[in-house]
Nanobody
Framework: QVQLVESGGGLVQPGGSLRLSCAAS????????VKWVRQAPGKEREVVAI???????NIADSVKGRFTISRDNSKATVSLQMNRLKTDDTAVYYC??????????WGQGTQVTVSS
């Protein structure tokens, strides 16, 4: 059974940090490109970070310099380190994995709320 399980969300004050994790199972994670996507109320879905199966990283301009993405294929996990958080970062964050055979998997999402 394919699963992507996000964790690490929560409430944080502006300027604070959170680390999101995405744990994968049921498919060949190491052959997958993985991205973090966020959805805020009333806003379009936004891809914030991508890490390919060979480790190429792309970070959205809106979070560049504040967010970093990394993966550990031995543990089938991807992390999103979020620093200097802003209220505009408030959203549900989803993990997405796309395999070499173009299967597409989504996690259930984790809420990040940045508020004083």
């Amino acid at each position: 059974q394919v699963q992507l399980v996000e964790s690490g969300g929560g409430l944080v004050q502006p300027g604070g940090s959170l680390r999101l994790s995405c744990a994968a199972s049921g498919f060949t994670f190491s052959n997958s490109d993985v991205k973090w996507v966020r959805q805020a109320p009333g806003k379009e879905r936004e891809v914030v970070a991508i890490i390919t199966r060979i480790g190429i990283v792309n970070i959205a301009d809106s979070v560049k310099g504040r967010f970093t993405i990394s993966r550990d294929n031995s543990k089938a996990t991807v992390s999103l380190q979020m620093n200097r958080l802003k209220t505009d970062d408030t959203a549900v964050y989803y993990c997405n994995a796309r395999t070499m055979t173009f299967s597409n998997y989504w996690g259930q999402g984790t809420q990040v709320t940045v508020s004083s």
